[in-house]
């Protein structure tokens, strides 16, 4: 009696989930017909359920520091937009501009970041770079007004920290890694610019509570993509190094936001007895101040521009500096264009019109794109423009949370858009005007969520450029290495930037 009673119960749910499955196959073959749309193909893969086999190749690849090719080369093998499975998961990817496009732009509501919080909360919390929907938008009001030209364009504070990255440069032909360097500068300047006050990394001695935080924050950072990768899993997984990391840097940041907040009361009440109010160097922190006065709402949007704003800029400097050291034929043209400043340093308009020097970023960082690939998960079932059916060129059905990832290293080098020497690096292509890549260029990412920090990262990086070349007339490379990808958050050199720089006679 009691076991036919739990197998009615068992095929009850059974016919349950069964129904359930039919009626999404119908629903989703409707939507599909209403929208002409059809899935995109897969690759060949040893079975589809798991897609162990394809996890394993992206670890290898990963620890051979060759993914980013291995994915170029699957785009070469099936095209522009295919679907995979791994782990359980099918996604698809694409390279196809109007498809990023989709994503981005024209589609933006029908896509999101997906659970980033639940892998980077511990450390950034609730801000900018971990939020959807309406607490996004919140973050993005209060951060955006504060990367006005104005803030962007202070480039005296910014120079404290090029004289410190100088002092560390043997000037007697030794070798230094310049990577490391440009990791520290950018650990400087963003926390000076964030916090107003500079954790000085280049300058000040190890062991300094500014020093601990600096090298807490790395940590907690460097593992962050295995906590991505963990999935829901993450819940479960104890990390005590990583806890005890995080705590460091929230008690660090709380003792500048508590300072911060005491000043703004104080100012407050200054205010309300004769109505002055102090002018102040620009620092982000004040600015938040004005408009909330909720210290962990400080905490978690400081720590989410550190995040975004910090290594990104370092890494740009990084690639910039190994192609320079590799190619006499750009540090000479680069060096030319410094010169017509005749010593003079730049400011935020001389930058602007130097046109060798954008070129040059902007071939660095077609190549060497900071963050090489990405994704959004569907928030429900919607339609990109191209990639679907056998052809791959029928509208593409997307379902409810599929990922959707995209590679920005891959449609970099596409010779259908940059053409037969996409391979090449070029700066000169970009004066041609026959080169209108549009969507195709991407390396700060487009539509509502684009990078907040261009303007001030490119600014920072033309400035770094120039000081180096007004203060060192020559690079040596010191490593005969051909490129290789060190991928975590971001893109940097797996082997470093091994140089020596010759000062100019002065
Ligand atoms: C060369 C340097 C940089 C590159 C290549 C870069 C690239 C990017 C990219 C691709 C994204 C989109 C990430 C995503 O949606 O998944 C992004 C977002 C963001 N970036 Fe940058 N970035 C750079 C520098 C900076 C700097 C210096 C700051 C601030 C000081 C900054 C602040 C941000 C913020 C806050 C976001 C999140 C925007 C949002 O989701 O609304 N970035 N950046």
């Known amino acids: 009696m009691e076991w036919s009673y ?59 520091k060759r993914l980013l090719d291995l994915s170029r080369k699957r785009f070469a093998d099936y095209g522009n937009t295919w679907s995979a499975t791994m782990m359980g998961r099918t996604f698809i990817n694409t390279t196809e501009p109007e498809n990023i496009k989709a994503i981005l732009a024209t589609n933006f509501k029908d896509f999101g970041i997906g ?17 959807d929907g309406a607490l996004w938008e919140h973050s993005r009001a209060l951060v955006r007004p504060n990367f006005t030209r104005t803030q962007v364009a202070d480039l005296t504070t910014f120079e404290t920290h090029i004289q410190h990255l100088f002092a560390r440069v043997p000037r007697d032909g030794g070798v230094v890694d310049i990577q490391n360097l440009f990791f520290q500068l950018t650990m400087d300047s963003a926390s000076e610019f964030l916090l107003g006050v500079s954790v000085n990394s280049l300058s000040s001695p190890e062991g300094s509570e500014s020093n601990k935080f600096a090298a807490s924050f790395d940590f907690a950072q460097s593992r962050l993509g295995n ?42 009440l200054e205010k309300n007895i ?55 034929d750009i540090w000479k043209k680069l060096k030319a264009e410094v010169d017509e400043l005749n010593g003079a340093k730049p400011t935020y308009e001389t930058l602007r019109n130097m046109k060798y020097l954008k070129n040059f970023l902007n071939e660095a960082l077609r190549l060497y794109p900071i963050v090489p690939g990405n994704g959004r998960f569907a928030n429900k079932a919607t ?19 599929q990922v959707v990832a995209y ?18 690096f070029k700066p000169e292509r970009w004066d041609s005007p026959s080169l209108r890549p549009g ?44 490129w290789r990808e060190q991928l975590s958050l971001t893109l940097s050199v797996a082997d470093g930037v091994k140089v020596t720089l010759v000062p100019r006679e002065k």
């Open 6 to 64: 739990y197998l009615y119960a068992g095929a009850l749910v059974l016919a349950f989930f069964v129904a359930l499955k039919i009626s999404d196959f119908i629903a989703v073959a409707r939507f599909q017909k209403k929208h002409g749309c059809k899935p995109a193909r897969p690759i060949p893969q040893r079975e589809r359920v798991i897609g162990y086999d394809l996890y394993k190749a992206q670890v290898k690849a990963h620890k051979e």
């Open 115 to 131: 659970k980033r919080i639940n892998a980077f909360g511990p450390l950034l919390g609730q801000g900018i770079f971990t939020s």
């Open 227 to 268: 906590r991505s990768r963990l999935g829901m899993l993450v819940h479960i997984f104890r990390d005590a190094e990583f806890d005890k990391a995080c705590k460091i840097v929230h008690e660090y940041v709380d003792g500048i936001v508590d300072g911060a907040l005491e000043r703004a009361k104080a100012l407050d």
């Open 274 to 328: 004769d109505g002055k109010e102090r002018a102040e160097r620009y620092i982000f922190l004040d600015e938040l101040v004005k408009a909330t006065r909720n210290p962990k709402q400080i905490r978690d949007e400081l720590l989410n521009v550190f995040l975004a704003g910090r290594d990104t800029t370092a890494s740009l400097l990084s690639h910039s500096f190994h192609v320079l050291a590799r190619r006499q």
């Open 383 to 401: 339609v990109l423009p191209t990639g679907g059916g056998p052809q791959g060129k029928d509208p593409l059905f997307v379902a409810k949370d």
């Open 407 to 424: 590679s920005v290293y891959t449609m970099h080098r596409m010779p259908s858009i940059y053409g037969p020497d996409a391979d090449e």
């Open 439 to 482: 969507w195709g260029y991407l390396p700060f990412n487009g539509g509502p969520r684009i990078c907040v920090g261009q303007q001030f990262a490119l600014t920072e990086a033309s400035y770094t450029i120039v000081r180096i070349l007004q203060e060192f007339g020559d690079i040596i490379p010191r490593d005969d290495n051909p």
